[in-house]
């Protein structure tokens, strides 16, 4: 058979050749003998049983409905035609009929059959994307990554999109968050001024626009490589949570099919934005609620007021630049996560000392003034008594009392002093009370062993205050590391005294910076030290094996590095208007 097909139409498309051939070859032999049979349209032969030199009016034909509209018909030549009867013609016209009347009813069930086909598969792929697009862009709460996830969908996905970007609503209006692809963010900052733009977030759909040069909306605004659009709302219930803009430099790039891909993953991409602002807005109100703690508690003793936040920011910049170290530490990179969990248990790291009494937190020296005073009526009244000389007396022991590390001589003193004791009227003065003796005969601090232990206490008291805070699983480490962060290598610290490895390297670094914090800020008991010298103590803590020697010495060799990134600290928190009343500390 001669399948030749016209230009304007393709027969396979409304059915297949094989089986016109089959309709056609059951109706042949219902034809008088040397019949020719055709399939004709727009009254041109397209599909025949033999060549043809026949025109379409000497045939007998009858019309073949199509969905398309295209002008079909089936048409026979029958060389005696003229000596056919009335009857005769009007059997073969009605074999016509109905073989036409055969064909047009496959077309259309195959038409139909192909439309539920087509729209099976375009459901399959819109679950496809709907399911693949749940996944990516819900895989993580932070803002960045649930945008990258969409980027990155748009850039792999079958879009013809060359350059695109994500608009999102800060204080000062929309902005770009991300962009991708070669175009310039100034031409794209441009498209927010347009009326286009206004009316895509006002309307919630998404548009097409074929050639941005003809669409007065965007009023000469985009320039350059953009010369079609497609541009549509990221919606979560009423809001608009952002706008994905994608762009072409070839006009008509985008058709229905690419509007109603970016449809579907606008869609998710809301619902993931919402979730990461809100579950934002719930961490900043944590950050707030965090900080104001552990403000309270510096603030219980003015001289370590922003040790907390001091040690938090330290202790990240610390981090970051262990992870940028390929020598000692090529094996470690800490997440942004994990920064965030140093940074929180910096700012949480004394949460503890709630629970210490005021007098032993804020203890300068080793006994009150008051009791000092009380002691020097005892000396005096004790000199008058025996004709005894007892200023000097009174000198050296609050120099003792004021010292932290008094030597032997004045230990001796002391003890001399506790065994002094005499009458007046009738009554046995005691010249040191054995708890006054035992404050004073410290040997190293102002601490008796008992306020020591107190102190102490504070690792564990934290851990019991935070355990009862449901804190994110990107935080599951945190207890651990407050916990452990007065632990030494050489197990000599508390409050588990555990030693090497076993301390996590999150509590090594806070040591660390706990402790040239605390050295290098002036205290009730001591005047700031020196950078240099707090350098050095550092430095003699690793050699005798309390700190982690590799830590301290990155430390030290960094110092001037890691005290700048502290004031630089930017764990890109977003910004959104839904919570922007509520203070940013500059944390992610």
């Not at 086909?117 to 399911?131: D, F, N, Q, V």
């Amino acid at each position: 058979m001669n399948a030749g097909l016209n230009p304007e139409i393709n027969l396979k498309r409304i059915i297949k050749p094989k089986k016109l051939k089959s309709f056609l070859q059951k109706a042949l032999p219902l034809l008088p003998e040397d019949s020719v049979l055709c399939v004709y349209c727009d009254e041109f032969p397209i599909f025949c049983d033999e060549p043809v030199s026949h025109s379409f009016a000497e045939t007998i034909h009858s019309p073949i409905k199509t969905p398309t509209g295209a002008n079909l018909h089936l048409g026979t030549f029958i060389h005696n035609r003229a000596e056919l009867s009335g009857p005769q013609q009007n059997h073969i016209r009605s074999i016509l009929e109905f073989t036409a009347f055969s064909i047009s009813n496959y077309i259309e069930s195959e038409t139909a059959r192909r439309l539920i086909g087509e729209e099976t598969l375009s459901k399959y792929r819109e679950l496809a994307l709907l399911h693949r697009s749940i996944v990516e862009l819900n895989n993580s709460l932070r803002l960045k990554d649930v945008i990258t996830a969409l980027t990155n969908e748009c850039k792999t996905s079958a879009l013809p999109a060359e350059m695109g970007a994500v608009f999102l609503p800060e204080e000062e209006g929309f902005t770009i968050f991300e962009s991708f692809g070669n175009v310039s963010t100034d031409e794209l900052k441009n498209l927010v001024e347009c009326a286009l733009f206004k009316d895509i977030i006002s309307s919630l759909r998404g548009e097409i626009i074929n050639d941005v040069s003809k669409d007065k909306r965007c009023q000469g605004k985009l320039y350059g490589k953009i010369r079609s659009m497609l541009i549509m709302p990221i919606p979560s219930p009423n809001v608009c949570e952002g706008v994905l803009v994608l762009t072409s430099p070839e006009t008509n790039a985008f058709n229905a099919a690419n509007l109603k891909h970016v449809g579907t993953l606008s869609s998710v991409a809301g619902i993931s934005i919402s979730n990461a602002y809100n579950f934002e807005s719930i961490r900043v109100l944590m950050d707030a609620l965090l900080k104001a703690l552990a403000e309270a508690i510096d603030a219980r003793d003015p001289f370590t007021a922003g040790h907390s936040e001091r040690v938090a920011y330290l202790g990240v910049s610390f981090a970051r630049q262990i992870s940028q170290d390929n020598e000692k530490f090529q094996d470690i990179n800490f997440t942004d996560e994990q920064l965030r969990e140093i940074f929180y248990s910096g700012i949480l790291h004394d949460i503890g000392k709630i629970g210490i009494k005021e007098e032993v937190l804020t203890k300068k020296t080793r006994l009150p003034k008051s009791m000092i005073d009380v002691i020097g009526m005892r000396l005096k009244l004790f000199g008058i008594h025996h004709m005894h000389a007892w200023e000097d007396d009174y000198k050296r022991l609050k120099r003792i009392n004021s010292s932290l590390s008094p030597n032997k001589e004045d230990l001796d003193f002391v003890d001399s002093m506790s065994f002094i004791n005499f009458k007046v009227n009738g009554s046995t003065i005691h010249m040191l009370q054995p708890e006054e003796r035992e404050c004073l005969t410290v040997q190293q601090g102002n601490l008796t062993d008992e306020e020591r232990m107190e102190i102490e206490r504070h690792p564990a008291e934290s851990k019991r205050i935070l355990e009862h805070i449901p804190f994110q699983d990107d935080l599951s480490q945190l207890l651990t590391i407050i916990g452990q962060h007065h632990e030494r290598m050489d197990g000599s610290g508390y409050p588990e005294g555990i030693t090497g490895e076993r301390i996590l390297i999150q509590s090594r670094i806070l040591s660390i910076v706990d402790i040239y914090d605390a050295i290098t800020q002036e205290r009730h008991y001591k005047p700031a030290t020196p950078k240099e010298r707090a350098l050095k103590i550092l430095d003699l803590e690793a050699g005798e094996g309390k700190l982690d020697r590799d830590l301290v010495d990155l430390f030290i060799n960094n110092i001037s590095e890691i005290e700048a990134g502290a004031e630089s600290i930017d764990l890109d928190r977003p910004v959104s208007t839904r919570f922007c009343k509520i203070p940013n500390y500059n944390m992610n």
